[in-house]
């Protein structure tokens, strides 16, 4: 059973850096994606960041663009996303999430990430940022 295992979150200020980690383990196949996600309170999920575990493909949403980096660690099979300039508007529970059929195409064909598309889910990380 795949479990995935997230760490790292927070209370920051505005402008400071904080580095999210999601270790998986009971994953069967080197090919998938591994996607972050973030609810607000009374918002809905959203996708952030996404990258393909087999090539290291990635996907960013445009509001993170160069503040928010994802990358991969296959040895540890952890996933990171490093967040920097963080805003208030970044505030959320961040949850990790795995997809073995293809979140990563959508991703980067639609231009959003697609939660259903996700097969797995960790217990979340809180991040608050403060002004």
């Known amino acids: 059973q795949v479990r995935l295992v997230e760490s790292g979150g927070g209370l920051v200020h505005a402008g400071g850096s904080l580095r999210l980690s999601c270790a998986a383990s009971?994953?069967?196949?080197?090919?998938?994606?591994i996607g972050w996600f973030r609810q607000a309170p009374g918002k809905e999920r959203e996708g952030v960041s996404c990258?393909?575990?087999?090539?290291?493909?990635?996907y960013s949403k445009n509001s993170v663009k160069g503040r928010f980096t994802i990358s991969r660690d296959n040895v540890k099979n952890t996933i990171y996303l490093q967040m920097n300039s963080l805003k208030p508007e970044d505030t959320a529970v961040y949850y990790c999430?795995?997809?073995?059929?293809?979140?990563?195409?959508?991703?980067?064909?639609?231009?959003?990430?697609?939660?259903?598309?996700?097969?797995?889910w960790g217990q979340g990380t809180q991040v608050t940022v403060s002004s």
């Open positions: 990258i393909s575990a087999k090539d290291g493909t990635t």
């Open positions: 009971g994953v069967t196949s080197d090919d998938y994606d």
């Open positions: 999430a795995l997809s073995y059929g293809g979140a990563m195409t959508t991703a980067q064909t639609m231009g959003v990430m697609s939660q259903f598309e996700f097969d797995y």
